[in-house]
């Protein structure tokens, strides 16, 4: 069975560090990307950032609102993926999903196009004083 | 960054209706377009992608449909177990944007 835990929430203050994981089984993991997605209480899905597979670089993207501040990293021989949030601000507040990222080429396309397809459970991140 | 803008915000729908939700684009996306239900205090679940693929394990009554700016999420007879919040997602370029969802709730 395809699954994804995610660990490593908690309370934290603001202007602190927190490192969540995401730990994969049921499939070869080192053979796809990977993306953290977070929902602030009541509030609908944003996406965080993505890390590529290393065939295809390992090479990541981030949302405006966590670059320069968060860091995705994977590490493929214990089948986890990383992200390491620093100087974490209120808003940061949510639940912490990973996903599986399966990819294609587009039609007609020299690009290769990512999409999410299997979800975690979530882990909760509050940052609050 | 690319907005997605879902219509309506909610609805409210009885068991056997025909349901249709509508995600559209601040600019073409071509078909790279996500589906995803998500039932409360639960993760989300992908639908569809590539605007009109169904994921592995999804039930034929859910279709996705759209090119361009426009798609949209069809439920073809409502059951209890899909009165949820759907999201749909760009992936044609980042970052990935989501639309702000649609609740489906019981009549």
């Known amino acids: 069975e395809v699954q994804l835990v995610e660990s490593g929430g908690g309370l934290v203050q603001p202007g602190r560090s927190l490192r969540l994981s995401c730990t994969a089984s049921g499939f070869t993991f080192g053979d796809y990307a990977m993306s953290w997605v977070r929902q602030a209480p009541g509030k609908g899905l944003e996406w965080v950032g993505f890390i590529r597979s290393k065939a295809y670089g390992g090479t990541t993207e981030y949302a405006a609102s966590v670059k320069g501040r968060f860091t995705i990293s994977r590490d493929d021989s214990k089948s986890i993926a990383y992200l390491q949030m620093n100087s974490l601000k209120t808003e940061d507040t949510a639940v912490y999903y990973c996903?599986?990222?399966?990819?294609?080429?587009?039609?007609?396309?020299?690009?290769?196009?990512?999409?999410?397809?299997?979800w975690g459970k979530g882990t909760t991140v509050t940052v609050s004083s | 960054d690319i907005q997605m803008t879902q219509s309506p915000s909610s609805l409210s729908a009885s068991v056997g209706d025909r349901v249709t939700i509508t995600c559209r684009a601040s600019q073409g996306i071509s078909n790279y377009l996500a589906w995803f239900q998500q039932k409360p205090g639960k993760a989300p679940k992908s639908l569809i992608y590539a605007a009109s693929s169904l994921q592995s394990g999804v039930p034929s009554k859910f279709s996705g449909s759209g090119s361009g700016t426009d798609f949209t999420l069809t439920i073809s007879s409502l059951q209890p177990e899909d009165f949820a919040t759907y999201y749909c997602?760009?992936?044609?370029?980042?970052?990935?944007?989501f639309g702000q969802g649609t609740k489906v709730e019981i009549k």
């Open positions: 996903t599986r990222d399966s990819g294609y080429y587009g039609s007609g396309s020299y690009w290769y196009y990512y999409y999410m397809d299997v």
């Open positions: 997602q760009q992936y044609n370029s980042y970052p990935w944007t």
